[in-house]
């Protein structure tokens, strides 16, 4: 960014505005009849006509205030700008929740400086609102993490087996079936294991110490964009694989000292991508 650019507390301003806003047309629409649209990666990843039309409405609405930042949105992909800034935007994390009216699904938006890619992004702003509750999560780069008004961080470390630890699946049967083998094996090494169906929301948790960690395979872009900003500004590690940053192949996030015990008992139990398999004659 150049001198003339926002502040992160600006690009938070628009972030938070657009997010209620769409969470409260997210909440209307909750309340009449909701259907599945299309699938995506598999039968059970489904994607709602609120998700486009809550997609659409974050879309123009961040064209109107910010013209010259890039998109990238889960329903309808990626367009160019001018100004470096990118909004990496799920209109509804935790579709499938949403769908069967449970009450923890979320508007996710974070902008971005540069592309939206996991590995060379600097995450500026993101807000986490989840419609059903009211509940809102913020931050900005250097600016901490917050619900609603108050000030957030993340829980103080324990011993492994006093952790409470977060996650989520995948679509496709065969990852989902290492995941709940990696859950297996970890179950009883930690004092138990929350699986709620909502990334973003996973992670604010982390950053209120609702959960003391979380952890996941195949995560999108616009799964964790603002919800890592949140969690890193509470106070909490959020990392992938070792050696590099958070990204669809893994991310961990916890309080560092936690993520240390942690980290390498989730390779051990089969937490990490399988390595691919040999081409043989």
């Not at 009449?32 to 659409?56: C, I, N, P």
């Not at 973003?200 to 603002?226: I, K, M, Q």
């Not at 309080?255 to 390498?264: F, G, S």
Request: with cysteine; hydrophobic share 45%; glycine share 10%.
């Amino acid at each position: 960014m150049t001198s003339s650019s926002p502040s992160p507390a600006e690009l938070l301003s628009v972030a938070r505005a657009v997010a209620l806003e769409a969470g409260a047309l997210v909440l209307e629409a909750r309340r009449g009849a909701v259907e599945v649209a299309a699938s995506k990666s598999s039968s059970v990843d489904v994607v709602t006509q609120v998700d486009r039309d809550a997609e659409s409405f974050i879309r123009g609405r961040l064209a109107e205030l910010r013209p010259g930042d890039a998109f990238f949105g889960e329903e309808s992909g990626g367009g160019s700008g001018t100004s470096g800034l990118t909004w990496v935007v799920d209109p509804i994390d935790g579709t499938v929740n949403f769908l069967y009216g449970i009450p923890h699904y979320a508007v996710s938006i974070a902008v971005v400086e540069g592309d939206a890619d996991p590995q060379s992004w600097r995450a500026l702003a993101g807000a986490v609102v989840n419609p059903a509750t009211g509940e809102l999560f913020t931050a900005s780069a250097g600016g901490g993490a917050h619900l609603g008004d108050r000030s957030i961080r993340v829980a103080d470390p324990v011993p492994l087996e006093q952790a409470l630890v977060a996650t989520g699946f995948a679509y496709l049967a065969e990852t989902r079936a290492e995941q709940g083998a990696a859950v297996a094996r970890l179950l009883p090494r930690v004092r138990d294991v929350r699986r709620m169906g909502t990334a973003s929301l996973d992670l604010c948790a982390v950053a209120c110490g609702r959960v003391n960690a979380y952890f996941e395979r195949t995560l999108n872009p616009w799964d964790h964009a603002a919800g890592a900003l949140i969690a890193s500004e509470a106070g909490s590690l959020v990392t992938g694989l070792p050696g590099v940053r958070a990204d669809h192949r893994f991310l961990l996030a916890a309080h560092p000292e936690l993520a240390e015990q942690l980290a390498p008992v989730l390779a051990e139990v089969g937490a990490h991508p399988s390595p691919p398999r040999a081409s043989g004659a």
